[in-house]
């Protein structure tokens, strides 16, 4: 341990005395350690990776970083004991190590991330990802996984090579064939898979019209089964897959999951919890069914539900009662509804005197809430203008022998549309045009905000500031929500970002979102902290205001106590005591908790849906997760997101973030469409982002300061073009009409690389998502008449034909440069070109973030 120590120290030791000054912009991290990141962190690693071994290629993951993340879940299941896979982790996702780990803390960093599968290890280890790698899965007893984890004694985090597995929203995993490290050791070729956990599934697809069902099954080598989860719209293909896991599942009676899904229908229902029951009264008293010999969950609820009541609740195994309403106090026992289901023995239903209960959140008989629409979203995609023909079809001319062009025959796509994953890209374009009269008209001011990462600022000054003010203006932008981190310089630039706003002269806004995931909560002073930040800037004329009330948000929070042992802490310790310095606001965070809950959290006026940007899978996006929020917000404000892509890449020895979300599809334009349809509900929407270049969302120009590393995948993939979209669609959003288009226009987009392709020389690995995503340029035209349009990637190149207003095209990539035109009467009237190639099938490392560019 010695020479570790020394060499840690030595380490320790240049870094200090390296010199911390600002590098040119665009280059490095912020703050102090800006020019040793790159260095002495390798280093570091590489001495980690000597103490702890590089046995199997394997080493400790690193601490959690304090790093934004993605939404808390709720619906988590213990699976079981699983053994690890050799030479590789079972679980690739996403990793950290923490010394106040729990089952708790690792599925809700897992669930923030959008993964599926959670495990714990070796007490202080926690693994996340939404597939099995390697030749690990094979179950083992419970007893197994027995070392206490690192923050709680009284809790048991897996074993050596051993993780306790958790899933999300299943009461369990297809069995998978796997090598046992114990008795195959990497080079035999004759390895046997471990008896008695062999399952033969479809490994296609099952698909209803052009829905995917709820999972696929992938081949890895010749031994390996690995189950592939992906989310599901149509409730019938859910059903017909789980049905297909599960006679080789092995399921245990488990607690209801916070959300359920009922599978005779498509209703979701909120786990309350269990309740101690009594008969005068029963805390259910509208309708009730007794001695029920196959009861189960979902019959329950669907009973219920079928009779107009919103709650349900299961009791003694066989009892099911409905109502309208709960009494005002009710004592909860979770741990008491332990008796099986009547009619499932998967299943608890209650226990003697303990009543499980439910909330029904999304009703199978309410349209406006479903997300069972099946519609293939290859080529039928809304095209927003005043000036279309709705009946307008686009002529496509294919001048490639290497593409197959379609036209559509589908006049829309409903809002909850979903598609899966193209295999094989084919030229198409839009054929419908909304005009102006089909956006819905809505009384009150419609605000548009974008995200600006104020801790990719360090080397700001305040004309930098001016630039960006400027620019957002420009583009329709009211305002900036200004990402507050813990850097002990960012109240600075904020100041400066206020004094740009008003010097602009523009009546641009500003607002603070404080990022919870790094600025302390946990103390009474950490929330006297907050509320003078906020006090500092209440009164400047720039500051955001809504309904009289200052503006703030955040980024999570919902961990935040500030010394009062739960969320509520927000309310005493930060909005009450500005009221008492005289600053009222108007609180709209971002706390990743179960929507059904806002209501009834009184700290909150509204809620930013962060992850409605995005979908949060392999189908195309949808308006569900808004609906869901809207119809449980009881009159708060619900504030959606919008981004263009998202894409970062991490390594484990920075970060540990290496994802993507599926960004196809002109998802930018298409999220912009869906909330200019439901304007009359969503007053404000947010940007995601100005300047996050480690996420790739990014719609400003790239300067400033960028995150240590992500200089790979953005320096050269500036996403400026796209704001003409931006003046375009949020013109419409505010004012409820599309704009007169008075210039042709074209921007056009694709990824460097082919999807499926494999990097000579990346040290992070694929990406999660990765294979969510298609090979295709994305261009967007915006034409004042009639006009030809060619498109062009590498060796493809094909022309359509288009009516004035905004048209979306795409055409299959090829290796090689991109380009596109518009002509009129033989005439090109705008175009652009990216001269060099920008795409390519033998990549050096991953980059899934967008190469974009346009017509000035």
Known sequence: MAP????????????????????????????????????????????????????????KPPPLPNKRDVSLPAGWAYHGCIRESWDERLLQGFSFSSNTLTPLLCLTECGKRGFTLAGTEFGDECFCGNEYVGSGGAPNPDSYCDVPCAGSESETCGNAWLLSLYTYNMTGLPSCTVVDPSTSLPGNETST???????ELDPSPITNGSLIANFTTVIDGATTVIPVYTSTVDASVTTSAISSSSATAAPSPTSTAPVHQNDEDESQWYSLGCAVDSDSPRILTGYSEIHMDSLSVDQCLTLCESKGFTYAG?????????????????????SQCDMTCSGDSTETCGGDWRIELYELISSSYDNSTSSSAAASASASVIAPSSEVSATASPVVTVSSSSAVATESSSSAVSESASATVSTAPSASASTTAPSSSDVPQASGDHVVWAHHMVGNTYPYALQDWRNDIDKAHSYGIDGFALNMGSDYWQPARIADAYSAAQQSGTGFKLFLSLDMTVIGCGSWADAS????????????????????????????????????GSMNGWQGAFVDALQTAGVDIFFVPSIFTDPSTFKNIGFMDGELNWNSAWPMGSGEISTATDWNYLNQMGGKEYMAAISPFFFTHFGANSWNKN???????????????????????ITSLEILTWNDYGESSYIGPIAGALPAGSDVWVNGFDHEAINVLTKYYATAFKTGAYPTITKDSIVMWQRPHAHDAIATNDGAGRPTGWNWTDDELYAVVLTTGAAEVTLTSGSNTQTFSVQAGLTKLKIPSSPGSISGSIARSGSTVASYSSGTSVYTNTPTTYNYNYFLGGSS
């Open 659 to 681: 994802w993507l979300y599926r960004s196809d599809n002109w998802l930018y334009a298409t999220r912009w469409e869906q909330l200019i349809s439901m304007r009359s509900e």
């Open 529 to 564: 902290a907050l509320v003078n930040l906020v006090k500092r800037f209440a009164d400047h004329p720039n500051q955001a205001l809504r309904n009289g009330k200052v503006l703030v948000s955040t980024f999570a929070g919902s961990d935040c106590t500030f010394g009062t």
């Open 314 to 334: 299961l009791e003694y195994g066989e009892e099911c009662y409905c109502g309208d309403s709960l009494p005002t106090t009710i004592a909860y026992s979770d």
């Open 193 to 199: 898979p471990v008896p008695g956990n062999t399952t």
């Open 4 to 59: 570790v120590a020394s060499a840690l120290a030595l380490v320790l030791a240049a870094a200090a005395a390296v010199d911390a000054k600002p590098l040119s912009p665009g280059r490095h991290a912020p703050p102090t350690i800006a020019n040793i990141l790159s260095h002495s962190k390798r280093q570091l690693h590489s001495i980690y990776s000597k103490y702890y071994g590089n046995a199997h290629g394997l080493s």
